[in-house]
């Protein structure tokens, strides 16, 4: 049995992984697939991979294209998520700002230097026309971290998965003010350079089940109810979420690429541009 370890964050996209490793489809293919819960989110998962902490990472496409770019050794093998991630953008309940407009020259909460909650801060901030380079961020490293920092006033907002943090927002802790959606697919499957070249058809198994599961994920009878109990969510957001998102099994593309990218170079996220192959690798 080939042990490969695997990490994603705590949220309704990636039950498809653990219904999976529950069937066994994994272990019919003689593989113990790991799974790790990593709610910090991107960059630390960005972190496992260079540290050889994890093999695999479910991880968002401008997360990993940014940290490829920047020496990561690992490459994207498959478009996990092909829809965009909707990102709220949240202020505290009892907060004064009001609108979009009014968090100009204000402070994001983020998770950590190099996550999806900075780099879309940025993406926001360009959207708007405000001075990317004003801008500043509060560590907070998960969502009981922002809470705690809006609530005290150490950070003025948080954009983070709008599905994840509408229970915040029902209990009148956050308030949402906007959504930000990703312009590009949200989710994709990275591995390292290392399992790649020495496991890659192991690689390729893990992908096959995964696919397998995604393709008929919405037809699970009740999965509306099994997401909703797992993950605190109400049954009629979960029923939403479900008629926006849309699995993939298909590479990223060239062109997908360049548009992650260029954006990331205009916004100065990155210094320069990669190659197709120093960034994804085709099974």
């Known amino acids: 049995m080939k042990i490969i370890k695997i990490a994603g964050v705590p949220e309704h996209f990636n039950l498809p992984w653990h219904l999976s490793i529950e069937k066994g489809d994994f272990e019919a293919n003689n593989i113990d697939l790991q799974w790790t819960d990593v709610p910090e989110g991107t960059g ?24 490829i770019v920047a020496g990561n050794p690992s490459k994207i093998v498959q478009v996990y998520v092909q829809s965009p991630l909707i990102w709220g953008i949240h202020v505290a309940a009892k ?70 943090t509408k229970p915040l927002v029902d209990k009148g802790i956050f308030r949402r003010i906007a959504d930000c959606p990703t312009p590009w697919p949200c989710f994709v499957i990275a591995v390292r350079d290392e399992i790649l ?45 479900l008629s926006l998102t849309q699995w993939s099994e298909k590479p990223l593309t060239t062109k997908m690429l360049n548009n992650v990218q260029n954006q990331l170079f205009q916004l100065k996220i990155i210094d320069k541009i990669g190659t197709f192959d120093e960034i994804v690798k085709l099974l």
């Open 197 to 241: 070249k020495n496991n890659p058809e192991a690689i390729k198994d893990i992908l096959s089940c995964i696919n397998e599961t995604t393709k008929s994920f919405k037809d699970i009878p009740n999965i509306d109810k099994t997401l909703a109990a797992n993950y605190n969510q109400k049954t009629e957001d979960i029923q939403e979420w």
């Open 95 to 164: 907060s004064n700002y009001k609108t979009l407009s009014d968090l100009e020259n204000t402070k994001a909460a983020i998770s950590r230097l190099g996550s999806g909650s900075q780099l879309m801060a940025y993406v926001n901030a360009n959207n708007q026309g405000w001075e990317t380079d004003n801008l500043q961020f509060e560590i907070v490293n998960t969502i009981d971290g922002a809470v705690e920092a809006l609530t005290a006033g150490t950070a003025d907002y948080f954009m983070w998965e709008r599905f994840m």
């Open 44 to 67: 630390k998962m960005c972190q496992m991979l260079r540290d050889g902490e994890t093999d695999i990472a479910v991880i968002l496409t401008e997360g990993i294209v940014k940290d």
